[in-house]
C-alpha cells in the first residue's frame, strides 16, 4: 500500500512539475534585447532593451494588434489575430519586400510614432523618441 501511495505521489508530481514547465516555457519573456544581428548583421548602434510586460500594460486599451498585426487577405488592412502572435522579424525583413516596410524601418515607425503621439496626447511617461534614448550604451 505504501509503495503505491509513493508511486502515485512521485507521479502526480512529476505531471504537475511538466504542466508548470511547459507553461513557464508558453509564457511571454517580459524583456527582450532587439538586436537581430542575424538581420541587420553587425550592429552600429547598441542593441535596444524592450519591455514586453510595460508595453503590454501601457497598450491595455489599445491592444495587442497595435503591434502585433497581420494582413487581412480581404481586406489588405492590418487586423490582429488573437493566438497568432509572433514577433515583428517573421514578416519584416531587412529590406522592404512587396510592400512590408523593412525590420528598421517597422521598429523605428512603430516605436517612435507611438512615443511620439503618447507624448502629444500628455502622457510624459511615454518612452523615448531619440536614437540615444532606445540604443542605450550600457
Known amino acids: 500500500m505504501r509503495i503505491k501511495v509513493l508511486t502515485l505521489t512521485i507521479i502526480l508530481g512529476l505531471v504537475s512539475a511538466g504542466a508548470v514547465g511547459w507553461r513557464a516555457s508558453m509564457a511571454q519573456e517580459a524583456d527582450y534585447i532587439l538586436a537581430h544581428a542575424d538581420v541587420f548583421g553587425k550592429l552600429r548602434r547598441p542593441q535596444v532593451g524592450f519591455s514586453h ?11 495587442c494588434g497595435v ?50 503621439n503618447q507624448i502629444k496626447s500628455g502622457n510624459l511617461e511615454s518612452g523615448p523618441t531619440t536614437c540615444g534614448g532606445c540604443h542605450r550604451r550600457s
Not at 519584416?92 to 512615443?115: K, S
Open 53 to 63: 510586460e510595460s508595453h503590454a500594460k501601457s497598450l491595455e486599451k489599445s491592444g
Open 67 to 116: 503591434c502585433h498585426h497581420t494582413p487581412d487577405d480581404a481586406t489588405g488592412r492590418l487586423v490582429y489575430v488573437e493566438g497568432e502572435e509572433t514577433g515583428c522579424k517573421e514578416c519584416h525583413e531587412l529590406q522592404e519586400e512587396a510592400g512590408i516596410p523593412a525590420l528598421r524601418e517597422a521598429f523605428h515607425g512603430n516605436c517612435t510614432t507611438c512615443h511620439r
